[in-house]
């Protein structure tokens, strides 16, 4: 998709990409950018780090005689 780029198209794209946000915005353009590549890794290592936490802890023993039951009247989140 990406492989017809050639230099010149690359400038094209930069010169735009000035004119259109201005030199003083691409900074922090680019630092918000790291800082959201940033987060969204920690998150992912997060989540990943709770499910194998989750895997380790043995599920709790079933409550006698409470059996779940499935159906009824959904439940409505406004009036």
């Known amino acids: 998709m990406f492989g017809d780029l050639s230099f ?5 794209l930069l010169l735009i990409f000035v004119l259109v946000f201005g030199a003083r915005r691409i900074p ?17 290592r997060d989540v990943t780090d709770d499910r194998s936490e989750q895997r380790n802890v043995p599920a709790p023993p079933p409550a ?10 959904p439940k409505r989140l406004s009036q």
């Open 28 to 44: 922090e353009i680019g630092a918000s950018l790291g800082q959201g590549i940033k987060e969204f890794k920690k998150s992912l």
């Open 8 to 12: 010149s198209h690359i400038l094209i």
């Open 64 to 73: 006698s005689g409470v059996t779940p039951t499935s159906g009824g009247d």
